[in-house]
């Protein structure tokens, strides 16, 4: 099924040949690669790039893209049961998504929807380790706020139960002097920490210092505060219980193929997330939705 594109959407060819849609009008530019359908840029207007995406990412089947908003499902880092990963965060982002809507708004934002179900997967290799049948359903808005809604709905006759995040790395102009403000008082759990896996408690705004891998017990909206560009970017949410702080921190970095080794200071994931104990369960015909909005504040 082709689907007819406003004027301010154009299909090409991305990096790696992959499709890709490329987002442009009066309020914004974006892209999204049907390919894991990651979204790989936000600007808006007017402003520097909001998305980071990494010089050694690689675009290909089979890989994930470092950088954007890789969507983590049905499990995320190497899931709550033995035999899902490798790869880690599931294989949404390394399915074929299909576009199966696109719309420009009166407002003159822009609308791509994208889909994933079980047939998509059938030839993911990843996907075999989580043999259930689902509709997912990305719907991506670009304008002056980027807005990323994911519905799951459980489509078969029995329960299912998945861990899903929006994996969203953040350009910032030095992550040393950067905080994120709206954690404060929310347990979390520290892999990054040595010490084993009890809940700690966030005391004042997140700072950087060393690597950070923090899972938050937090449905609540959290601000980047990126005091070298001198800009904020909010992140408000529904349907989600985590959020997610990650920077890989020197060593990490070097140990990424992916990743260049001094680009860590550059960019800060905060993703949306359910993961662990927040994890979804869904009865036959139930949907679920996590629906994540960032903003662009001085
Ligand atoms: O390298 P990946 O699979 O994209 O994961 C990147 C990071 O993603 C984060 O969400 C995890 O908490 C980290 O543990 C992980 O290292």
């Given amino acids: 099924m082709s689907i007819a594109l406003p004027d301010s959407v154009i299909a090409a060819e ?17 892209e999204v690669y049907l390919h894991g359908a990651h979204v790989t840029a936000w600007t808006p207007a007017g402003a520097d790039p909001v998305l ?15 950088g954007g908003v890789p969507i983590c499902f049905p499990w995320f880092g190497t899931g709550r049961e033995p035999g899902l990963a490798p790869p880690a965060h599931g294989f949404a982002r390394l399915a074929p998504w299909r576009l199966v809507a696109a ?4 407002d003159g934002a822009v609308t791509l929807t994208l889909e994933l179900t079980a047939a998509d997967v059938a030839d993911v290799p990843a996907a075999a380790a989580w043999p259930h049948p689902f509709t997912a359903t990305y719907a991506v808005t670009f304008g002056r706020e980027l807005t990323l809604a994911l519905t799951v709905e459980n489509t078969g006759e029995g329960e299912i139960s998945y861990e899903e995040a ?12 950067t905080t994120v403000q709206g954690l404060d008082g929310a347990t979390y759990l520290d892999k990054a920490a040595d010490g084993g896996p009890e809940p700690e408690t966030q005391r004042g705004d997140v700072t950087f210092t060393a690597e950070t891998d923090r899972v938050y017990d937090s449905a609540g909206t959290a601000v980047v505060v990126d005091e070298s560009a001198g ?5 408000d949410k529904d349907g989600s219980a985590h959020t997610v702080v990650w920077n890989p921190w020197t060593d990490k970095a070097a140990s990424m193929p992916d990743y260049g080794d001094d680009e860590w200071p550059t960019m800060v994931c905060v993703e949306t997330a359910n993961a662990l104990d927040a994890a979804i369960t ?13 903003a662009v504040t001085r």
Avoid: K, N
Avoid at 52 to 66: D, L, N
Avoid at 103 to 106: A, F, L
């Fill in 14 to 30: 991305g990096e790696g040949d992959l499709p890709v849609l490329r987002v442009a009008t009066a309020l914004a530019t974006g």
């Fill in 52 to 66: 980071w995406v990494s010089g050694s990412a690689r675009f290909g089947p089979g890989e994930a893209i470092r």
């Fill in 103 to 106: 719309e420009e708004h009166d």
């Fill in 166 to 177: 929006l994996h969203t790395y953040l350009a910032v102009a030095d992550v040393r002097t």
């Fill in 231 to 235: 800009r904020r970017i909010g992140i």
């Fill in 282 to 294: 869904l009865a036959p015909g139930e949907r679920h939705t996590m629906t994540a909005r960032y």
